[in-house]
């Protein structure tokens, strides 16, 4: 840090404030303090091993508090967390190597895999993001609230590692409501950093972040500025000097003699146009999305979606996708079962339906059909009082669940009063069975 004497930013030229923000005009291409979510929030493993078995390549990522993730052909397979096995549902955990071969040049030594139980999982992908996600551990790094805000992106809270002190280099960041870090204000090397995550640029973040580090931190300089920098630097500089022109400072120091009043003209004839504020509401304020569900079934194939999609054309309002077959040896399987999360189980209750209507059971045993998420028939029985009865390898209904009948017709309805020609129709119906088979 340096120990220069502070001064009064709203008492210099534009040409001054620069000089003073940032010694020896040290410059930055726009890339260089790039603000970087995934190294704020996401877990860095901590070394990596591999192992060759035949013609495949498993490779594992181990990381500081014991968790372990696990690909086959660099493709996720596994995740150990907490002593237990979560794999892919379709894939059998006896085929992971027990040890793995460091990789690093730093050590030769290999490491040993071992855990108390195995959890087969339908998405493993999905568990890996949720352990990698480091935002648990946010609050307890950065424990101090300074202030919350609220912006178009959500409400921001802006907190410090420690209470802030005149000096001292606290690091402070910017919070959003997912307790993720999208900015940051820390001293490298005795010099400030200043860093906002890209997808929060342009609403302002910046300029405020610094304004609140110089008021705890006002000896340290820059680090060198990149062209973002020195536009918030700036904004930062004009900030205070309207200030000081609203409470009349100015005026008041001319009157004695303190100032200038051909400086006091020079700093104000360079202040730029206050930019127009973007009239966007608050991502906070927007109501949550109301579901209109709907089901399509031909032959053996379900789809569940949100009517949205004629409008939106978008695959995240297709919710789930099911597809029946049957074997002579052993008759009805679910050879493809996708989900959104909360979706599996509206999903196999109108397979089940379906099958109780044509007196049919499912198979759930090992080999033809899909894997799904053995919770979600788990969670029906809770919820709806037991109705899915185990026979050996396969479940059915013992009371009905479901009008799928009425569905089906809500459906026909929807596409008649929105759509006039039967072509037209079913050239909706088409594309959403084409994107609905291509998003999983």
């Not at 704020?40 to 192992?51: D, F």
């Not at 059998?92 to 195995?118: M, V």
């Not at 309207?242 to 200038?260: D, F, P, V």
């Not at 608050?282 to 109501?287: D, F, I, L, M, S």
């Amino acid at each position: 840090m340096s120990s220069r004497k502070v001064k009064e930013i709203g008492f210099m030229t534009k040409e001054e404030f620069l000089e003073y923000s940032n010694p020896g005009d040290k410059h930055h291409p726009s890339n260089a303090y790039e603000g970087n979510f995934d190294l704020w929030n996401i877990k860095r493993p901590s070394t990596y091993g591999e192992v060759k078995v035949r013609f495949t390549i498993y490779s594992a990522s181990f990381f500081n508090d014991g968790g372990i993730i696990i690909k086959r052909d660099d493709k996720e397979i596994a995740l150990i967390s907490n002593n237990i096995l979560y794999h892919d549902g379709n894939f059998s955990p006896q085929e992971i190597p027990n040890t793995f071969f460091n990789t690093l040049f730093t050590s030769k030594e290999n490491f040993n895999i071992s855990y108390t139980k195995s959890i087969p999982v339908k998405y493993i992908g999905k568990h890996i993001s949720k352990y990698l996600d480091n935002s648990s551990h946010v609050l307890d790094e950065f424990g101090n609230l300074i202030n919350t805000i609220d912006t178009r992106v959500g409400r921001i809270r802006i907190m410090s590692e420690t209470k802030p002190e005149n000096n001292i280099g606290a690091t402070i960041v910017l919070i959003n409501d997912k307790d993720h870090i999208v900015g940051m204000a820390s001293s490298e090397w005795g010099a400030t950093l200043v860093q906002v995550s890209p997808e929060y640029r342009g609403i302002g973040l910046g300029q405020m972040l610094s304004e609140i580090w110089y008021r705890y931190n006002p000896s340290y300089e820059s680090g060198g500025f990149t062209p973002d920098g020195e536009l918030t630097a700036l904004r930062r500089w004009s900030s205070r000097v309207r200030e000081l022109l609203a409470n009349g400072t100015y005026s008041k120091l001319t009157k004695e003699g303190k100032i200038t009043k051909e400086k006091t003209i020079q700093i104000l004839s360079e202040l730029e146009e206050r930019p127009k504020p973007k009239k966007i509401k608050p991502k906070g304020t927007q109501p949550k999305k109301k579901i209109n569900l709907m089901l399509h079934a031909d032959d053996y194939i379900f789809y569940i979606y949100d009517s949205n999609f004629f409008e939106s054309n978008d695959e995240s309002d297709i919710l789930a996708y099911g597809f029946l077959r049957e074997s002579e040896n052993i008759g009805f399987f679910l050879f493809r079962m996708e989900y959104e999360e909360k979706f599996g189980e509206i999903l196999l209750m109108m397979v089940l339906q379906f099958l109780r209507n044509e007196n049919e059971k499912l198979y759930v045993g090992k080999g033809y059909r899909d894997f799904f998420d053995e919770e979600i028939i788990e969670n029906i029985n809770r919820n709806y009082d037991s109705p899915i009865v185990r026979d050996g390898d396969y479940i059915f209904l013992n009371k009905d669940l479901i009008n799928i009948t009425k569905y089906l017709l809500t459906e026909k309805k929807f596409l008649c009063e929105n759509f006039r020609t039967a072509n037209e129709r079913h050239e909706k119906v088409q594309n959403l069975i084409e994107i609905a088979e291509s998003k999983w």
